[in-house]
């Protein structure tokens, strides 16, 4: 197995994805797959280099601030481009990149494309919550849908939750404004409408009760996904801020320290870098989408997850799920 690293994307690249890759290759014999400046990512690398790390070249970054169409028109030999087109062309089994979110999903798209019969791809997003963690789609990879398209994300979601997170018949919500069926816009009814033919479907579910219930997978529009999933990041950080600056300079800290013990579980569970990544799902390839500011940690854990979804197959289980469900008449149309 060889998994490709667009090396040069991101905050913090190359040299917090360089590290968080030897971190990686340590533990795992899969072949890693550096893509990016060969000079800068030798010089990071520990010597001698890895027998397991590769460094392939790309002359070009598309940056976390260049428009992606424009970038990738421009940019024929970016690194994120070049790293999509290495799994395209069967060197590599799964993609890792922390870069330009749009880049990389519009890559992947031009290279892999879609898996026949899925109509949008989606990133699934591993969120915390009271009783372990639940997968949430689309987290931005598609803000404009039809209802009918939640059907195809809510089958990727539970293809991943099952082959990766462990779960052996994975429960699937649609978030809405209200537990009731009848309850939400035109789009939210009628998508509950698609969805309650599945025996697997639990029903609605409000934004509240996301961290406190037994939750698999919860589906949306990437519109609404991807503002949970930067409303949830900033709750986060600012509750962390707050008790931060409550505590008190000088002798009284003391007082404090058995609060930051008791605390730094809480503060593992909701840290993004111990997620390393979301999946983009539903092409004919498979990439984990970093966090921008990635850190080493961070890259090693999407590493680990790449690692296992290209091992359990996740592509394939979804080309098979899709393909076993008729596609509502609205889409056959499409």
């Given at each position: 197995m060889r998994i490709i690293v667009d090396a040069m994307g991101g905050d913090r690249a190359p040299e917090e994805i360089v590290k968080g890759?030897?971190?990686?290759?340590?533990?795992?014999?899969?072949?890693?797959?550096?893509?990016g400046d060969p000079d800068r990512i030798r010089a990071l690398l520990e010597k001698p280099i890895p027998a397991n790390i590769e460094i392939y070249p790309a002359s070009e970054v598309i940056e976390m601030d260049d428009k992606p169409t424009e970038a990738m028109r421009k940019k024929k030999d970016a690194s994120i481009l070049v790293a999509a087109r290495l799994v395209k062309e069967g060197y590599g089994d799964v993609l890792i990149a922390a870069g330009n979110t749009g880049a990389a999903t519009a890559a992947c798209l031009l290279a892999w494309r879609q898996i026949e019969g899925v109509y949008r791809p989606a990133i699934a997003s591993p969120f915390p919550n009271r009783h372990g963690r639940f997968l949430l789609l689309d987290a931005g990879a598609s803000p404009d849908v039809a209802p009918e398209h939640l059907v195809q994300f809510a089958i990727m979601g539970r293809a991943y939750a099952r082959e990766v997170m462990g779960r052996t018949s994975p429960k699937v919500h649609l978030l809405n404004i209200g537990e009731e069926p009848g309850k939400g816009n035109a789009f939210a009814k009628e998508a509950f409408g698609y969805l309650k033919e599945f025996d697997w479907f639990a029903g609605n579910i409000e934004g509240k009760d996301l961290?406190?219930?037994p939750v698999d997978v919860v589906v949306c529009d990437g519109f609404v996904g991807n503002i949970v999933l930067k409303t949830a990041e900033g709750v986060g950080e600012f509750i962390f801020d707050e008790i931060k600056a409550a505590v008190p300079t000088g002798p009284k800290k003391l007082m404090f320290a058995p609060l930051k013990g008791a605390l730094a579980p809480l503060r593992k569970k909701v840290d993004y870098a111990e997620y390393g990544g979301s999946p983009l799902l539903g092409l004919n390839g498979l990439c984990?989408?970093?966090h921008g500011r990635s850190d080493a940690r961070a890259i090693y854990n999407a590493l680990i997850v790449g690692e296992a979804a290209a091992r359990n197959h996740v592509v394939q289980t979804i080309r098979?799920?899709?393909?076993?469900?008729a596609p509502p008449p609205k889409a056959q149309e499409a």
């Open positions: 890759t030897v971190l990686a290759a340590r533990e795992l014999s899969t072949t890693f797959v550096l893509v961290f406190r219930h984990v989408i970093c098979d799920r899709i393909a076993q469900i």
